[in-house]
């Protein structure tokens, strides 16, 4: 008899159904698996039959053959124990329901205790795409899929409560369904964590704070160059306490990333990632790869903040790797399995000092020559600034500014959000959301200039030698600070302030 059960394949962050197929007919005994299985699944052979016999089960010495189709995908991961094991019970004639109705994913430890795996959340977002109504998924990992609609989610601790679940009639399964509903909403600790930052607490750096501001509404990515101590690390580490909050369908997305990636704690995302990688990361690292393709740190800051501070320490091919993600807001890796997608939409925020020893260019207090602060910033190359629409330059902070700010993140993302909504209507029927996602075929059609700001505009392109680049960023810097302040049109001040966020001449 062939017994069917549903489960899935993750490839990169891509989900695709599999099916574990299971045949047991007299013969020379033997366990066989087929269908293009990596080297983990071959050895869930020996995991299950051990599983399957300490949970008081027999497995008769019968002729065993186990297909994962299709054939033609690669396979990986251990989460197909517990789906093995399902289709070998009910082809023995253990199990009696039909559980080919179900969607089955864990793994196994030899005493027949199912194991938390990474990649659930997925996997039971496409069991819902395929109209399967019931998901049997390890009990560590409930927590992050019980939110889902259109599927009921049952846990299980060990392979003889799967049986149990496996067999119960209707009326039997809803009864568990709600009664695992109940013992988790009795069991869930709402943990209210403090925001440990708030631009409040920063003292002065009111050029930095507007940048932040500007950068976190329109989402424009952000370089910062300053001495040692100007703040800049600790403005990049606030700037989440001022983004707009998710969506429901936003933190569904993220969540699934961290799933796959093996991040999350129990429960959805609830609040937009910040990824600080050290500068000693590597490209695969930053971006994602490898022989069996896992996300990089972009993709984990998909949605939020990717900060790279020491931004000239990291390695030139990491920065350069970085051009490309931040143009198409995702990355495509090619291998000899196949081509892999992940989506990489973040704001970047970096910061920097201005040389070695990172006082230029105050003479009074720098050592370095020309050369070697030319040599510092040549680290950073032209096309690389070209993608940051904000450069701030903090100053040391003077001691008249050192007191509690009246910018508080609470009123700052109160601004943040409404000109976030303002860009959403505005957007509604385009590709893009945000200003800092215009390219030049929208610019001038969402950035539109009345005659006085279209001749500041001229004056300004002809002193500075604008490139088109440039003069784009400079006008969607503008759109947002006027979104900002809720006026639709782009006035001078608007231009004039986006101004002063151009990358200086002397790092050029």
């Known amino acids: 008899m062939v017994s069917k059960v549903n489960c899935c394949a993750i490839t990169g962050t891509e989900v695709l159904p599999i099916c574990v197929e299971t045949d047991v007919c007299s013969g020379l005994p033997s366990f066989d698996m087929v269908g293009l299985l990596s080297s983990e699944i071959k050895e869930s052979r020996e995991r299950v039959r051990t599983a399957i016999k300490n949970s008081g089960f027999m497995i008769p010495p019968r002729r065993i053959t186990i297909n994962l189709a299709p054939a033609n995908i690669r396979k990986s991961g251990t989460y197909f124990d517990l789906p093995i094991s399902a289709s070998i019970l009910k082809a023995l004639d253990i199990v009696k329901q039909d559980v080919s ?14 194991i938390k795996v990474n990649g659930i959340l997925p996997m039971v977002l496409m069991a819902v795409s395929k109209e399967i ?12 899929c019980v939110a889902i609609e259109g599927i009921e989610i049952i846990g299980v601790k060990n392979l003889a409560e799967l049986v149990y679940v496996l067999d119960m009639n209707p009326d039997e399964l809803s009864e568990e369904i709600l009664r695992q509903k109940a013992n988790f909403e009795e069991k869930k600790i709402q943990e209210e964590i403090e925001e440990s930052y708030d631009f409040a607490d920063i003292c002065g750096q009111e050029q930095g704070k507007i940048g932040a501001m500007i950068a976190a509404a329109g989402r424009h990515n952000m370089l910062m160059v300053g001495p040692p101590g100007a703040g800049k690390t600790v403005i990049a580490r606030t700037i989440p306490t001022i983004l707009p909050d998710m969506t429901f369908e936003e933190r569904i997305q993220i969540s699934k990333i961290h799933s796959i990636a093996g991040k999350l704690d129990g429960r959805l995302v609830d609040k937009r990632p910040f990824c600080s990688p050290h500068h000693t990361t590597t490209v695969t690292g930053m971006t ?25 320490e990291f390695s030139r091919n990491v920065i350069e790797a970085l051009r490309q993600p931040l143009e198409d807001k995702k990355i495509v890796l090619s ?18 000092n201005p040389c070695k020893c990172g006082y230029y260019p105050d003479r009074n207090r720098c050592s370095c020559t020309q050369r070697e602060v030319n040599k510092y910033l040549s680290k950073i190359s032209g096309p690389i600034l070209d993608r940051f629409d904000l450069c701030v330059y903090l100053n040391r902070v003077e ?14 993302k109160e601004r943040v959000i409404a000109a976030a909504q303002i860009q959403r209507e505005r957007y509604k029927n385009e590709t893009v959301s945000y200003n800092g996602q215009l390219d030049g075929r929208n610019i001038k059609e969402f950035c539109k200039l009345n005659k006085p700001e279209e001749e500041l505009m001229e004056q300004i392109f002809n002193k500075f030698k604008l490139s088109m680049r440039a003069y784009g960023k400079v006008l969607k810097v503008a759109r947002t600070i006027a979104d900002l302040d809720e006026r639709k049109n782009v006035s001078k001040g608007d231009i004039s302030k986006a101004l002063t966020f151009r990358t200086p001449a002397w790092m050029k």
């Open 101 to 114: 109705k179900f969607m089955i994913a864990g793994e196994l430890s030899l005493n027949g205790d199912v």
């Open 133 to 144: 109504k019931v998901c049997i998924i390890p009990e560590e990992n409930y927590g992050e």
């Open 288 to 312: 994602g790869g490898g022989m069996k393709p896992k996300v990089g740190q972009v993709t984990l800051a998909h949605g939020g903040v990717l900060y790279l501070d020491e931004f000239p």
């Open 335 to 352: 291998r000899n399995s196949g081509s892999y997608e992940f989506p990489a939409d973040v704001i970047l925020i970096a910061s920097m």
């Open 399 to 412: 001691y008249k500014d050192i007191k509690k700010s009246e910018k508080t993140s609470e009123k700052m």
